[in-house]
Structures are given as C-alpha cells and as structure tokens.
C-alpha cells in the first residue's frame, strides 16, 4: 500500500465512510456538473473524498467574505484521477477548482493555470519550503498547498516514564530512556521492548515512503536526481540495509505489514515506538489500549539532518474553467484561512502558522514534532516525474518486501534501477 493509500483511502476516505455516505458524489463518481459561467459567484471544488470536510470552514468563511459559494464534488482517489485525466484531455470541464495529490502535479502541469500572484513573499515564508518548491513546476506556481502531512515518531510514554523501564535500560545501555533523538538510540529502544509479546518498533515492507525518508537523511535525492536512476548509490543501500535491521525488532510478516497493519499494531499497544504520519495522534480511539499513554516526536535526522516525505495536496485551478477570477478568489481564501482544516476530521493544514496557532493546546502535541519534520533540512518531496505512482507500485515495493524478506540489498537495488530505467524510456 502506498503513501496516498493510506492517506487518502484510510484517513480521509474514513471521512467519507463516516460523513459523506449520503452525499451524491461520495464514491459514486458525482454529479456531471458544469463549469460555473465567467463571472459567477459559485465554483465547482472538485475534492477527493473527505476532502470536502477538510475544506468545509474554509468554504463557510469565503462565502462570508467574498460572496463566493464553493459547490463540492467528491470522488474517491482512482475515480477522481480517471475524472481529471478525461477532462483535461476533452479541455471541457465540470469544476473550476480541483484539489490535487502532489504526484499528480506532473501529470497535470500542462491543463492548470499560474496562480503565482498568490504567492507572495509573505505566503512563501509560511509555507513550508519542500512545498513551495513542489508547487513551482516550470517556473510557475500551479498549485496553493491547502493540507499536508509527514511521519514523525509516535512512542508509548506510560513505557517511557517507567520506573523499572527506566532504571533497567539505564543499566543496559548507559543512558536515560526517552524519546529517540538518534537512530541508535532508536535501535537500542527497539531492541529493549522486543519481549513479553511486544516489539519495539514495526517495519512496513508494504510502503515506501519510511524508506524513502532514510534515504534523504543519508544526503541523497530519493530514486531520481533529475533524469538519472540513482537508486543504487550509497545513500539508498545505507538506508535500506539500515530499515531491513529494524526487522528483528517488529512482528513478524514485515513484507505484508501496510500503514493499516502498523496503525492497528501500535493501537492495540504491540509496539512501543511507530514512525507514522503525524495526524494518526490525534485519531487515536477512545477505547484503544494506548489511549492517553501516545508521546509525539520529530523524525530523526541523519547524517543530511532531519528529512521526511511530505502528504500535500494542492488546490489548482484549470485552463479550461469559464470561472477564473472566483476560482482564485476561493483557493486564496483556503490559504487565509488554512487553519480552519485543523478543526476538520482528518485535522490537518498547510501553513505553518496554522499549526503553530494550535501546537501548544492540549490534543495537539503532535503538531510541534510535525512542523520540525516538514521543515527538516533534509525533508522533501517525492521526484515530479508522471510515473512515480507506477514506479512505485510495480519496482519500490515489490523490492522493499523482498529486501525485508532476506534479499540482498545491493542486488536488488541494481534490478530496480534497471527497471526504473526502463519505466522511464
């Protein structure tokens, strides 16, 4: 399971489940809607679903102040992609503003129109910078992030502040138990919980993304440095025989273990330490065994610093739509008003002042850990290629679950390289 997997089909398809089942659109393809007429007031959001939820108060407040009315359109993740693509292709289409995934950008390019005047300076110092980069594709501002994520270290602190946990790691290791700060300390705190039915850690052969995240600590750009297949340097072997490690550590089965494996495994209080995305804190359920027992802190950095893959979303607004100005009017009052996402259920935003407004409230100390992660020196984007989806569900898992297996990481590497490079011809 990938990266926008999870998010999308876990956390904020969750939502839809929850919420939007009786909403036309909801995983039924929605509405053929028309493009609002140049000079309306109402604009077509296109949003994968939950997304309308997310971008609920943000609607209720631009109708307040600009006048202008945002109808929702929800679809579920592949359905929304087939959407677009057959849109943008036609050039006739049924939303003015469309809420796209970061991996979708480079696909997309060619069909969403400039919106630079929105970034200003101002805008670009409260935005994080992987994403202010991510958004410039081509020279042009494409897409105003409204939501973004990234995994930071979730830990069990009733273990952590224990007194026997406490004094007999202290003998072991010869120094304090708390939350990790290096990856040895990671190592030692994994190896130390590895017993009586628990485990220290999971490891998730079933995603990318943890992986990836090693890879830009090791200083190196993640599978692509421009045209160039770099997957087999160093940087990726270092990172990759260092992940298959954590393996004696976590439940058996690590090929198979996906976001949703590792989730349930951390909530029913069988790992002691998870690296996962930060919103999973705050959707922690009432009755789980570690309810009220969750610590929060930043990814650790390596040898490049702190680097992690960011989750964004960005609104974009098509060439195509009749209904530009409102369009703009609307994706800049998601940016004024990025906060009100946090008050959404899936509990996320964009700004960096956003959450800081929230971080030291109680129920949100995740956010504090998050925004060190997203603004790590190492932390960036996945590569803006088109086949990044593909080379991810067809080379980089298939090769993490067998490196997780026992395969040889240099070998393996090289075949992905290989197949990468020819993904890319």
């Not at 992690?308 to 004024?336: H, I, M, R, S």
């Amino acid at each position: 399971m990938s990266t926008r997997t999870f998010i999308s089909r876990i956390a904020v398809g969750g939502i839809c489940t929850a919420v939007a089942l009786a909403a036309s659109a909801c995983g039924a393809g929605g509405p053929a809607n028309t493009s609002g007429s140049a000079g309306t007031n109402t604009v077509n959001v296109l949003v994968e679903a939950g997304g309308h939820a997310e971008l609920t108060g943000v609607a209720e407040q631009c109708k307040a102040e600009t006048g202008v009315t945002a109808n929702f359109v929800e679809l579920p993740y592949d359905g929304m992609f087939n959407r677009l693509s057959s849109e943008f292709s036609s050039g006739n289409v049924s939303f003015d503003v469309a809420a796209l995934d970061s991996v979708w950008l480079p696909s997309f390019k060619d069909a969403v129109q400039p919106i630079d005047e929105l970034f200003t300076d101002e805008a670009k110092k409260d935005i994080f910078p992987a994403l202010v980069k991510e958004a410039n594709v081509d020279g042009h501002f494409i897409g105003m992030p409204a939501w973004t994520n990234a995994e930071i270290i979730l830990y069990r602190k009733d273990l952590f502040e224990d007194a026997k946990n406490k004094a007999d790691f202290q003998a072991k290791y010869g120094y304090e138990l708390a939350a990790p700060t290096t990856w040895k300390q990671y190592q030692d705190i994994s190896e130390f919980f590895t017993k009586d039915g628990m485990y220290g850690t999971d490891v998730k052969g079933a995603v990318e993304t943890e992986w990836l995240a090693h890879v830009l600590q090791a200083g190196s750009p993640m599978v692509l440095d421009g045209d160039k297949v770099v997957i087999d340097n160093a940087a990726h072997k270092e990172a990759l025989d260092f992940y298959v490690s954590l393996a004696k550590d976590a439940p058996s089965g690590a090929a198979q273990v996906d976001w949703a494996a590792a989730q349930n495994l951390f909530n029913q209080g069988k790992t002691a330490m998870t690296r996962f995305w930060a919103h999973a804190y705050r959707q922690i359920p009432k009755d789980a065994a570690v309810a009220g027992k969750v610590g929060a802190a930043p990814m650790i950095a390596g040898s490049a610093g702190v680097g992690g893959v960011p989750g964004p979303w960005y609104l974009t607004v098509p060439k195509a739509t009749k209904n530009a100005e409102a369009a703009k009017k609307f994706v800049k009052c998601a940016y004024d008003y990025n906060s009100k996402g946090i008050e959404s259920s899936l509990g996320l935003a964009a700004r960096i002042s956003a959450f800081e407004k929230y971080q030291d409230q109680p129920g949100y100390e995740s956010f504090k850990p998050l925004i060190e992660t997203l603004n790590g020196k190492a932390t960036a984007t996945r590569p803006a290629t088109e086949k990044w989806q593909q080379i991810v569900d067809t080379v980089l898992i298939p090769m993490l679950q067998k490196a997780v297996a026992g395969g040889d990481s240099a070998t393996l590497l090289a075949d992905a390289k290989k197949q990468i490079e020819d993904l890319l011809k």
